[in-house]
């Protein structure tokens, strides 16, 4: 399988800031990666997919970049909605696999 | 805009079989790819299987041949079967909608989430 590896595993930021989590792959997937929002008591809602496109409907404010084993997800200016724990999601290769998160806070 | 809502007991014992049903509305199951994923408590998510809608498969080998998805397009869900539980198995269950096209997939529509807890 390939592991996903997420950092940091939790991040304490103030409103307006500019936020930035890791993602590393175990080994190449192109730009195969999605990145996913999700909110306590909800399913995970979709953000960025292919590593850098952005689900319709999604604040300009997200998005995404990297390829082969880096990938880094952005928010440029932290707003109060967005805290959450955020998950990135390989797939390259079955079985699909995630991050193990980052829980977003506010400083 | 497509909903999905998980339905089935919240209570399993262990050595049993665990069994939830997916509610699609708001669009057919007669296309895309269906699948369920789990978050143990207090972890991250786990991708158990999916499901096509011409009833082709693949599981995540970590659950071996416990699990079984099938597909009920007359009543437009499909649904989860998990043999032989145990405590491991304690865990918020999702099911989502797999849209692959091209060169991508992606889990675009997602459940609430049933919490489903394994013991005697």
């Known amino acids: 399988d390939i592991q996903m590896t997420q950092s940091p595993s939790s991040l304490s930021a103030s409103i307006g800031d500019r936020v930035t989590i890791t993602c590393q792959a175990s080994?190449?997937?192109?730009?195969?990666l999605n990145w996913y929002q999700q909110k306590p008591g909800k399913g995970p809602k979709l953000l960025i997919y292919?590593?850098?496109n952005s689900e319709t409907g999604v604040p300009s404010r997200f998005s995404g970049s990297g390829s082969g084993t880096d990938f880094t997800f952005t928010i440029s200016s932290l707003q109060p909605e967005d805290i959450a724990t955020y998950y990135c999601?390989?797939?390259?290769?079955?079985?699909?696999?995630f991050g193990q998160g980052t829980k977003l806070e506010i400083k | 805009q497509v909903q999905l809502q998980e339905s089935g007991p919240g209570l399993v014992k262990p050595s049993e079989t665990l069994s939830l049903t997916c509610t699609v509305s708001?669009?057919?199951?007669?296309?895309?790819?269906w699948s369920w994923i789990r978050q143990p408590p207090g972890k991250g998510l786990e991708y158990m299987g999916y499901i096509y809608y011409n009833g082709r498969t693949n599981y995540n080998p970590s659950l071996k041949s416990r699990v079984t998805i099938s597909l009920d397009t007359s009543r437009n869900r499909f649904s989860l079967k998990l043999s032989s539980v145990t405590a491991a198995d304690t865990a918020v269950y999702y099911c989502?909608?797999?849209?692959?096209?091209?060169?991508?997939?992606?889990?675009?529509?997602w459940g609430q989430g049933t919490l489903v807890t394994v013991s005697s």
């Open positions: 292919d590593a850098s």
């Open positions: 708001g669009g057919s199951i007669s296309a895309y790819h």
């Open positions: 999601q390989q797939f390259a290769n079955l079985p699909y696999t």
């Open positions: 989502a909608r797999l849209y692959c096209s091209g060169s991508t997939c992606y889990f675009d529509y």
């Open positions: 080994q190449d997937i192109r730009n195969y």
